[in-house]
């Protein structure tokens, strides 16, 4: 039987080398992601979140999603259609230029 870091390894040294030759990248970059499946419908507090990032359909998931990021490591989905992710989008978004103007 095989190391497990043997088995590794060669998991790593396929996704490299098998990368230019078609969808591979894609699925071992996405190994570690989980697709969100539904919607939290109640609004999270702004202080609660750390940051977010988008859930497209072309990761192979079955819906479009925000997925924040809180203090407690929880990941919380929802849509841009609510209105409440819309503010908190759009509050993360001034915060992050003003950082970048204090640079």
Not at 6 to 17: E, H, K, N, S
Request: charged share 20%; proline share 6%.
């Amino acid at each position: 039987m095989a190391p497990r870091g043997m088995i590794t390894m060669t998991a790593v040294l396929l996704c490299f080398t098998l990368g230019p030759l078609g969808p591979a990248p894609a699925t071992c970059s996405q190994m570690s992601r989980s697709c969100c499946t539904k919607y939290n419908t109640q609004p999270v507090p702004l202080q609660r979140i750390e940051g977010y990032r988008e859930q497209t359909l072309k990761e192979n998931c079955h819906i479009e999603a925000i997925i924040f990021y809180t203090v407690m490591k929880n990941e919380i989905c929802a849509t841009r259609k609510d209105l409440w992710v819309r503010k908190i989008l759009k509050l993360l978004s001034s915060r992050l230029k003003k950082m970048s103007k204090a640079g």
